[in-house]
């Protein structure tokens, strides 16, 4: 094979890395997936025939689960022609994907505080890169750069303007590399021209945010300055009311730290079901019962609804609702009980369109009601496309 390029999508509590030819392809050469990242039994998946689960130690993270995929895959990670790396926040500095030097590394660094759960682990990818395959040109892909076309109105937040001017205290939006990949596949099956489409697409992973699409252009999503911000997610608040900081300060015996840790790790899902943050299993309980899986459904589905009918306020008319990420590919009960929840709108699922994840062109709903589809995302797609560009540049 010619030189290939290594891409690495460092998410919140895994990293999913694929190997593409550098010539052009879509398709994937080799991809491993490292999950549950600081949790329990952290472990390393080998896509193929037959699939390789590799488990690590206990308490392994970010930094552990990349050694250990490259430790597997040396023999495959030969001569490589890049290695592109999914960046979280890219702030106001960077508006598209960079070739990585010294100085932009340096800027990186600067922005860790406001993806805290992303950038960090973003950094210790592009770290270790360097040090394994030095000769290896490295390219930046940021979550944030298909949200520069949000209007003013949109990313400011209703906070005294010189926050803004002094501290960067502003909506940024992510999973932008997402929304891109989406849309351009959206523009395909669809046979429209990107830049006609208004679109509501739902990114539902572990991490989750929505994002209207006008004329081919993002014009507001749910995350705001951090990832934090938006529907509730995996272990995420979403939107709360900041006065419920400084309330829980004086009637808990927990510092800001410990809130912000809470609102980050141990809220969302898996905070309101008490049970965890995977879908499937809470899916599973909730179908035996369990109080806590049903409250975490209900409150997850009805935020989404929420989020995504104020989202609509942006677009003239609605194309398509389009749900993607591993909830949004893969849960067809999810799928249904968000759209059920948005009660002003005549969606209508095709029930065995959407048991099976969309026909051909990705639909799930009846002929002639509001067209909504499943388009599964690949972020590490979009990633060594701009990486080849880059290096070839
Ligand atoms: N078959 C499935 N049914 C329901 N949920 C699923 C299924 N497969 C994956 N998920 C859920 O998808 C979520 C992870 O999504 P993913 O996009 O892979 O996350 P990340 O943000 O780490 O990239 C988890 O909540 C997982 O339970
Ligand atoms: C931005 C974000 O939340 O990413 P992820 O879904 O990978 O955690
Ligand atoms: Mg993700």
Known sequence: ??????????????????????????????????????????????????????DLAPGSGHKEGMRAFIHATQDKLHDLAGVGHRVVHGGERFHDSILLDADNIAELETLSP?????NPMNLTGI?????????????????TAFHQSIPEQTWLYGTPYDWYEKAGVRRYGFHGTSYRYILEQASQRLSKPAASLNLLISHLGN??????????????????????????????????DPGL?????????????????????????????????????????????????????????????????????????????????????HASDIRQRILAQWQSMPFLLDDQLNQQHGDQQGRISQPDTPLVMVIPTSEETMIANDTRTLISQ
């Open 207 to 240: 991490g989750c945010s929505v994002c209207a699409v006008r004329a081919g252009q993002s014009v507001d999503t749910s995350m705001g300055l951090t990832p934090l911000e938006g529907v509730v997610m995996g272990t995420r608040c979403g939107n709360i």
């Open 245 to 329: 900081a400084q309330h829980m300060l004086h009637h808990s015996d927990l510092s800001m730290d410990d809130i912000m840790t809470a609102l980050n790790k141990h809220s969302g899902l898996k905070g309101l079901s008490g049970i965890g943050n995977d879908m499937r299993v809470l899916l599973e309980s909730e179908a035996e019962g369990h109080a806590g899986a049903k409250r975490a459904i209900n409150v997850f589905t009805f935020r989404i609804a929420r989020e995504l009918a104020a989202l609509s306020c942006s677009l003239p008319h609605l194309d398509a609702v389009i749900f993607t990420g591993g909830i949004g590919e």
């Open 1 to 54: 094979m010619k030189q290939p390029i290594l891409v690495i999508n460092c998410g919140s509590s895994s990293i999913k890395f694929a190997l593409f030819p550098e010539d052009h392809c879509p398709k994937t050469t080799f991809t491993g997936v490292a999950e549950r990242l600081g949790e329990d039994e952290p472990h390393l998946i080998l896509h193929g025939d037959p699939e390789i689960r590799i």
């Open 114 to 118: 406001l993806a805290p759960l992303h």
């Open 127 to 143: 770290h270790l890169c360097k040090e394994l395959f030095p000769a290896a040109p490295q390219v930046a892909v940021f979550d």
